[in-house]
């Protein structure tokens, strides 16, 4: 026979586009459109339905930036669509290839219900599914214009990205409002002759299926007659009938479609336009719902559900009977999709005991899983988190963007620093916006790297970012690939039903240790460093908020502030969500967050001084405004004693480390007993001198403390990405500057390019520590600005502190696993060692930093360097540009314990306080046993809730002395403060001491009953 299977996938390509898809609506019929222009910022529903209404026209502009209208459809059905599926088609003047990135509408009945989302992917409303003919037609549409800002030039710089600097012009324009008949045979011819098309387009072209299903599509095409497609589909049909009865082989992929939409909590659009992307979604949802048996429908991020609960009780209405249903299903346990490396420990402790309570009390239900699909990286503290927060398994695909490495596994046992493992997927078709098409569905069987032992994948399913989430194209097309030859297997199920499947047939999966670094988005650890520092500021004072108060309660018998601390938890655990906290999101998304941010603080700061003053003291300005401390009462909220005041308390502070600063010929001079610090005339670090070990950390002939700004233009993301040749263009900052003395301080100032720096270098913490405080005015564009010390440590990896422990690195370039890790993270510290001798670089809100080894003859120099600022122009034209005051450290002769000791001094200085002296509720015997929380419970019991952690990587036998009140009952508890066994505990006259046994890296959590 002559080989015409290309021109039938030609013709097939063109009937559908042209003819079929078309005709899946017929007898158009306009309605009468009106509008109600919101002034401002959008307005409760209630309002828009009750507004004045001007006409409005088909071909008319609507929408400036950010602007909401309200729109009104009104009508009458014609006698003649009588007994048939009526809808209406609306295009507001969407462009179908950026759902989720411009304008939507939320349709509501004049009653006020909820009826679905309008979008580029669904621009329909149903009528009614069996018309009588001369009902009357009214539809509201609350329609966002939300601007497209990353389009078909992607990452261009623009000033639309917030309501206070976009323009005024109309964006859209009203393309159609049709009342039409839905010809369902069409739809379904429709599905029936994509899929196949699609898979004809997945199999080698030798296959007889492919030859088969082509001459079935030919044949179908034959009957259809295209000026009558609605009279001819079902004949059309008939033709493919036996191509799509044909079985799929027993070795077929099995995919589990999850109904799903990833909405970013923040990102091109400000919050509160999350909440109604979230709306929109969520009904048309419900509605998918309630028309199908078998979508399941699943979403993650407790604050979502809450936004609707507080916004559109309405829809949670609807949602929440979904749910209950168990067909909309809560996915994560999270309070929202978090960064997984930035936050500290006992954020994302909280990110899933917040998460999980609301889920529990709106819904009766717990999640399982950890659905974290889009984060920028996985730190290994993640695998004990996840585990002892009760967790079974983890989701996600974002590793998939690796610049450079496939990872080897899609269904694995991650295991964490400490040895916890937890059972993951990562979704081979490499996406959580899947739509169910032939060539994902292919790409999922090809890719899944277990097929030679297991057969399961699962494909998070829908529009994201208020796309509108599944269709119910997805769905049709989800039907046909349930059992089809040549086709990976598709039905949709929940991630729970997924994951029992998964390890039902994988008991012995590989295993991936350590963290999950993604090869990608490395300038998120530094970009928006305002974002950084308003996130650990608010975690430092979270929990010294919680530690105070807890005394208070313990010891004052004051009440608890559990309503408040759990809203201020809240609060920051959503500006941790991926695109706010890494930096990523729009101006309006980020001075949103920093004016949050200070009123957290402002918040929390009134909660210690309330929570000190019922315990009789009073502590003086925290953070970098701390002052120093004379011999008198301090206040010490590090969870390890200095200078004679006890961790976690106020007591008399012993003297201060003596230092002095003077010059010496053109070179200044930082000298205590512990350290001597020689700074030349350029402001730069000549010697760092460990005077315990006499060794000098700066490397012979080289300078530290030298600003390094690199030009720094990815190839795209630019907030998101530094591209490894950024290293190829350096300017050191050696030119000259002003230095000179101001009492115990060396002060450096110095100007470059449109921008200025002070720098304030003193001997802190005992005389040890070289801290730099730095004040600098960031003008510069596309730049990257770093802090370089070039230390003589011989050595091929780098030890950076990680959640509740630390990572070990390699920072060599052997292998291209490696050579892709050229910019890290770490929490408050990093650290190069060799036995004997290490330099740990300490930072106060600043994560990213790299290591670089430079040869030095036949020595080898580790370049370490802080990364201060970048400069991105998109999305935020401005990132960065400004103030910033930031804080760094340099330990000479450092360990993995000082190093930690002086990560939490650095970030949290002893302060001076006032009053009475205040005893630490809990304290560990062991220095490598850090209690890093102390708080009420939040079943509000009034027990006692202690975390404590073994931070340095070795066993630990230790125990914790709980001081000056009466312990009844002690429990090992889990991450939710669920209660396990009892402990045995001894007695001291003035504590009871609680015994534990921390494996490395282990994080327990004590619940003592009062
Ligand atoms: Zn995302």
Redesign the pocket.
């Known amino acids: 026979m002559h080989d015409d299977q290309a021109l039938t996938m030609g013709r097939v390509t063109r009937v559908l586009a042209e003819r079929l898809r078309p005709a899946i609506y017929s007898d158009p019929r306009p309605l009468e459109l009106a509008a109600h222009v919101v002034d401002g910022e959008p307005i409760p529903v209630a309002e828009g339905l009750g507004a004045e209404y001007a006409p409005m026209s088909v071909g008319d502009r609507w929408g400036r930036a950010w602007g909401t209208t309200w729109l009104r459809l009104t009508g009458e059905v014609p006698a003649s669509f009588a007994g048939r599926r009526v809808e209406i088609v609306a295009d507001l003047g969407f462009d179908v290839n950026m759902p989720g990135f411009q304008a939507e509408g939320l349709v509501y009945t004049p009653g006020g219900e909820p009826v679905r989302s309008l979008n580029p992917r669904a621009q329909w409303i149903p009528v009614s599914p069996e018309a009588r003919g001369g009902e009357a037609v009214e539809f509201f549409v609350e329609a966002a214009s939300n601007p497209v800002l990353l389009d078909y030039h992607p990452f261009l710089p623009t000033e639309e990205g917030d309501v206070l600097t976009s323009g005024d012009e109309e964006l859209y324009r009203v393309r159609r409002v049709d009342l039409c008949v839905f010809e369902q045979e069409v739809f379904e011819l429709v599905h029936d002759v994509e899929v196949l098309h699609q898979l004809a387009a997945e199999l080698p072209e030798e296959s007889a299926r492919r030859a088969k299903i082509l001459r079935a599509l030919n044949a179908a095409l034959n009957r259809v007659d295209l000026q009558d497609v609605p009279g001819t589909a079902a004949a059309g049909r008939e033709e493919l009938r036996e191509v799509l009865a044909s079985p799929a082989e027993p070795s077929a992929h099995k995919i589990t479609a999850v109904g799903h939409a990833?909405i970013?909590s923040a990102w091109l659009w400000p919050l509160r336009e999350t909440v109604r992307k979230v709306a929109r979604t969520s009904s048309s949802m419900a509605t998918l719902i309630d028309e199908d048996d078998e979508f399941v429908y699943a979403m993650s991020s407790a604050q979502q559900y809450a936004w609707m609960k507080r916004d559109r009780p309405e829809v949670f209405a609807r949602v929440k009977k979904a749910v209950a249903e168990g067909r909309f299903v809560p996915v994560g346990g999270m309070w929202v999709?978090s960064d997984a490396v930035l936050p500290s420990g006992e954020s994302l402790v909280r990110q899933i005991s917040q998460g999980q309570r609301f889920f529990k009390e709106e819904f009766g239900v717990e999640c399982r899983g950890a659905w974290l699909p889009?984060s920028f990286g996985y730190s290994g503290a993640l695998p004990q988190i996840l585990s002892g927060a009760g967790y079974e398994w983890f989701l996600t695909q974002k590793i998939s963007w690796n610049q450079v490495n496939r990872f080897p596994h899609h269904t694995f046992l991650w295991e964490g620093i400490d040895g916890s493992r937890i059972f993951t997927h990562f979704p081979p078709m490499d996406t959580y916006n899947s739509q169910l098409s032939g060539e994902e569905v292919a790409r999922a069987a090809r890719q899944f790297k277990e097929k030679s032992v297991a057969r399961h994948s699962l494909a998070p399913t829908g529009w994201g970012d208020g796309g509108g989430g599944t269709t119910r194209e997805m769905l049709a097309r989800a039907k046909r690939l349930a059992n089809l030859e040549g086709s990976p297997q598709v039905s949709f199920g929940t991630p729970n039903d997924f994951f029992e499947q998964a390890k039902a047939e994988l008991p012995d999966p590989g295993v991936w240790r350590g963290e999950l670094y993604l090869e990608l988005h490395r300038g998120t650890f530094t970009t928006q460093h305002r974002m950084k520092q308003g996130n650990r500021t608010s975690e430092r004072l979270l929990a010294e908020a919680e530690l105070w108060a807890a005394s208070a309660a313990v010891r004052a018998g004051r009440d608890y502030p559990y309503d408040e601390l759990d809203a201020l938890w809240q609060e920051v655990l959503l500006l941790q969500f991926?695109?706010i906290l890494p930096g990523t999101s729009i101006a309006w998304v980020h001075r949103e967050a920093r004016e949050r941010y200070e009123r957290v603080a402002t918040t929390l700061r009134g909660i210690i001084a309330d929570s000190l003053q019922a315990l009789g003291a009073a502590g003086e300005a925290d953070g970098l405004d701390a002052a120093p401390v004379g011999e008198r009462l301090a206040l010490n909220a590090a969870p390890f004693p200095r200078r004679g005041v006890p961790a976690a308390s106020i007591a008399p502070a012993g003297p201060a480390a003596p230092v002095s600063a003077r010059a010496e010929g053109e070179s200044f001079v930082l000298e205590s007993a512990a350290a001597r610090v020689e700074i030349d005339g350029s402001g730069h670090v000549r010697s760092l001198v460990d005077l315990a070990s006499g060794r000098d950390a700066i490397a012979p002939g080289r300078t530290g403390n030298v600003l390094q700004l690199h030009q720094d233009f990815p190839n795209m993301w630019d907030a998101w990405d530094v591209d490894a040749f950024y290293a190829g263009m350096r300017d050191d900052l050696d030119g000259p500057a002003d230095v000179s003395l101001d009492g115990d301080a060396v002060v450096v100032r110095r100007k470059f390019g449109e921008s200025a720096i002070e720098q304030r270098l003193t001997l802190a913490d005992d005389g040890r520590l070289l801290v730099i405080d730095c004040d600098v005015d960031w003008r510069e564009e596309e730049k990257f600005l770093k802090l370089a010390f070039p230390v003589a440590v011989f050595t091929d990896e780098v030890v950076a502190e990680t959640q509740f422990g630390y990572h070990r690195r390699a920072n060599h370039a052997n292998t291209s696993w490696e050579a892709a890790r050229f910019e890290t993270h770490a929490q408050r510290w990093f650290l190069v060692r060799e036995p004997g001798f290490g330099v740990a670089f300490l930072n106060e809100s600043s994560h990213g930093f790299d290591v670089a080894r430079e040869s030095a003859g036949r020595d080898v120099v580790q370049n370490a360097r802080f990364s201060l600022l970048r400069a991105p122009r998109f999305p935020d034209p401005r990132a960065d540009r400004g103030r910033h005051r930031m804080r760094f450290g340099v330990l000479a002769g450092a360990t993995v314990e000082s190093a930690t000791e002086a990560g939490w001094a650095l970030q949290s200085p002893l302060r001076a306080a006032t009053g009475t002296a205040v005893p630490a509720l809990a304290t560990s015997q062991d220095p490598a046993v850090v209690v890093s929380t102390v708080k009420l419970a939040d079943d509000r019991s009034g027990d006692l809730v202690v975390r404590l952690y073994e931070s340095t990587g070795s066993r630990a036998s230790t125990s914790i002395a709980l001081n000056g009140f009466e312990a009844a009952r002690v429990v090992a508890a889990d991450l939710l403060e669920r209660p396990g066994d009892p402990i045995e505990t001894t007695r001291t006259p003035d504590a009871v001491l609680v015994p534990v046994a921390l494996r490395p890296f282990e994080v327990t959590t004590l619940r003592i009953t009062r």
Do not use: L, P, V
């Open positions: 990833h970013d999709e889009d991926h695109d």
